[in-house]
């Protein structure tokens, strides 16, 4: 049963453009939605999150939009750079002081070329 | 702070062979996971801990086990290896918040032959 759905599997995008990356999830519970990037042979970092309760937030070229009612999120990356080639992970959280866990979606390879 | 830290980087068993991945984190974090990374097919949680003496299964505990003794360390037990359990491991560990945050190790590389 796969709780976060992230699409697409692979993008490559020009230099300068904007790299989109999808994520949907089903459980209602989940509330707080982090997205994580990982270079290759390196453990995932975290990019950005947001929590359900704003529809958007921004840090530098990285933003999250958030839509609650359609139970999706999505992350874009303006202005993309090589050194943005890696791989993509969303992630959600369930909620309740004592929930901790993460349900990661399958990842996206982004490449962006120079 | 080193934050997370594991080891091996890298190793090959043997089927049937066991072993102990180490993982180590000195942010005093309670929080602590174990994930495996399959291609396309993201991280999966196997084993975590909400502190010291506390474990819980992930979503594939299968074929695998941990303990806790202390805040610091998690080891991860893989007992009678098997190729399924071919894969990089990660270890990760998380405050109790309010800033939610899980750090990531550098992985180990696991072959199973």
């Known amino acids: 049963q796969q709780q976060v759905k992230q699409s697409p599997q692979s993008l490559i995008v020009q230099k300068g453009g904007i790299s989109i990356i999808n994520c949907a999830y089903e459980?209602?519970?989940?509330?707080?939605f982090p997205w994580y990037q990982q270079f290759p042979g390196k453990g995932p970092a975290l990019l950005i999150a947001?929590?359900?309760?704003?529809s958007e937030k921004k840090e530098g070229r990285f933003t999250i939009s958030f839509n609650k009612s359609a139970k999706q999120f999505s992350l874009h990356i303006m202005d993309s750079q090589p050194g943005d080639s890696a791989t993509y992970f969303c992630?959600?959280?369930?909620?309740?002081?004592?929930?901790?866990?993460?349900?990661f979606g399958k990842g996206t390879l982004l490449t962006v070329n120079p | 702070n080193a934050g997370v830290t594991q080891t091996p980087k890298f190793r090959i068993l043997k089927i049937g062979q066991s072993m102990t991945l180490q993982c180590t984190q000195d942010?005093?974090?309670?929080?602590m996971y174990w994930y495996r990374q399959d291609p396309g097919m993201g991280l999966k949680l196997i084993y975590y801990?909400?502190?010291?003496?506390?474990?819980d299964k992930g979503e594939v505990p299968n074929g695998y086990n941990v303990s806790r003794s202390t805040t610091e360390d998690f080891p991860l037990r893989l007992e009678l290896a098997a190729p399924s359990q071919t894969s990089v491991y990660f270890c990760?560990?998380?405050?109790?918040?309010?800033?939610?945050?899980?750090?990531f190790g550098p992985g180990t590389r696991l072959t199973v032959t």
């Open positions: 990760a560990s998380s405050s109790q918040g309010p800033i939610y945050e899980q750090y």
């Open positions: 459980n209602t519970a989940f509330d707080y």
């Open positions: 947001i929590r359900p309760d704003v």
């Open positions: 992630a959600a959280k369930g909620s309740g002081g004592s929930n901790y866990k993460l349900t």
């Open positions: 942010m005093n974090h309670n929080y």
């Open positions: 801990s909400v502190g010291a003496g506390i474990t």
